[in-house]
């Protein structure tokens, strides 16, 4: 919130005022710290890994997820993980790399498991229409051997 109040002081308000306006807005509930920034139009402060763990922490509550780990919420590796997960089954790994920000090489090792498991239900499709065909095969084969039976 010191961003906030620092330019809110260079726009002519006073310090009472700002934190006034703060008060309101986000401890009311009326707004977040990231809509209050962004009404006010003011860019917001990058997000650090503790305001990363602190939204994660709220989202993790709000969601009411109960998670038994060391953290007690979603923490930043897993949510990247998750997103890792998402991009690459809805992208593949070169696009994943790129907007995970990593090499294509290291988004396949981390996520060589959904590769495996795409190929392994490719491989159950093909074998699947190769049964087909040969069954189509078979039963043409046996059509054309049966001659009708004369009477």
Known sequence: MKTFAQRMTARGYEPAEVESIRKEKVNDGVA??????????????????????????????????????KHGYLAPHGARRGVGEVLVRAYGHAEAARYL???????????????????????????????????????ASDESNSHPVDE
């Open 101 to 139: 920000d990593n090499s294509e090489k290291i988004v396949r090792e981390h996520y060589s498991h959904i590769e495996a498991g795409e190929l392994a239900e490719r491989a159950e499709v093909a074998f699947a229409e190769h049964d087909q065909e040969l069954r189509g095969q078979h039963d």
């Open 32 to 69: 977040s710290p990231l809509e209050l920034h962004s009404n006010s139009g003011i860019e917001p402060p990058a997000l650090t890994t503790h305001g990363a763990r602190e939204v994660l922490k709220r989202l993790t509550a709000d969601a009411g997820i109960d998670l038994d780990d």
